[in-house]
């Protein structure tokens, strides 16, 4: 079945970024010209794509604003001749059919996912993270899907991390079923190196059957009181066909500071506006503190 819905989760605090996340969400936060969630609405719908649902929570109105319609601002710029721009500022309301649900309260990513279940029905359906901006010539999203209709199985993207990062993903034992695809026997959330049973870590890609739902509502807390979605999907590996995808595409973790930094100035170097007088600027600051 296609997939043309997909959840994003949004709810979280943001609490690696404050003090500029205490009155506006991380999602918000731009990469170069557009805020970070634009680029992942972007990927899904350039995937195919047709229904988006936000799972927000406190303080995330500026999401919805974002993706709404701003009739004032668009007749404001062309009022002074700026046509393009307002264009390219209604593109923005028409990307694709958003809808939003409330995470009334903070109970985990699982939690998240499961406010989504009358939204998306009996269809399989797309999670995307939005800490994980991927820029690739064919969106990350897209390639699953390809595996997802070869197979019609579960899709999870999956990235090879150094040693020293093994620790801070979900990690998948599985073994190659073709070319940079894997059969997954299991899933273990944030091992230590010595109990690992791979390098093959989770990334905020999934294709998910609508099963998925039952899983979670079974899913007892963890230590913290949050449902985990990776503990869900280790019961469905355990049942049914599972395949993790390693995507080609360069992916950036921007909850993270150094990832952000990152996406910023990959995105910025590569715009044809201003690319160039960047690159310059950073060769220069480079070569002033050589100097010193």
């Known amino acids: 079945m296609k997939v043309r819905k997909a959840v994003i989760p949004a709810a979280g605090w943001g609490t690696r970024f404050l003090p500029a996340t ?7 936060l731009p990469i ?7 680029y992942i609405v972007e990927e899904a719908v350039a995937s195919g794509i047709e229904d988006i ?4 929570g406190r303080n995330k109105k500026s999401i919805e604003d974002h993706f709404d319609r701003s009739m004032e601002l668009e007749v404001f710029l062309q009022e002074r001749g700026k046509q393009d721009l307002a264009e390219e500022i209604k593109e923005i309301s028409n990307l694709a059919d958003i809808h939003y649900v409330r995470q009334k309260e903070p109970k985990g990513l699982g939690h998240a996912i499961l406010c989504a279940r009358k939204f998306i029905g009996q269809e399989p359906f797309a999670i995307l993270l939005p800490d994980d901006i991927i820029s690739a010539e064919v969106p990350c999203l897209k390639q699953m899907t390809a595996v997802h209709n070869q197979s019609g199985s579960t899709v999870i993207a999956i990235r090879e991390v ?3 990062d093994v620790s801070k993903f979900g ?3 599985g073994k190659p079923e073709g070319e940079n695809v894997f059969l997954i026997e299991d899933l273990v959330e944030k091992p230590s190196l010595s109990t690992a049973p791979s390098r093959l870590a989770v990334i905020g890609r999934y294709i998910v059957p609508a099963r998925i739902f039952d ?14 979605l990776t ?11 599972m395949l993790g995808y390693q995507f080609a595409g360069t992916r950036f973790d921007v909850g993270d ?3 952000f930094l990152q996406a910023n100035v990959t995105f910025a170097l590569a715009n044809t506006e201003f690319g160039g007088r960047f690159r310059r600027f950073l060769q220069e600051t480079l070569n002033m503190k050589v100097k010193k």
Request: hydrophobic share 35%; with cysteine; glycine share 8%.
């Open 162 to 164: 150094p040693d020293e």
């Open 22 to 28: 205490k009155a506006q969400p991380k999602e918000m």
């Open 257 to 259: 500071k150094i990832g």
């Open 231 to 241: 503990d869900a999907l280790r019961e469905l590996c355990r049942t049914e066909k």
């Open 215 to 228: 899983l979670l509502e079974k899913t007892k807390p963890g230590a913290e009181g949050e449902i985990q």
């Open 53 to 56: 649902i936000f799972i927000t």
């Open 171 to 173: 990690i998948i034992k």
């Open 32 to 38: 170069v010209d557009r805020p970070g969630i634009q």
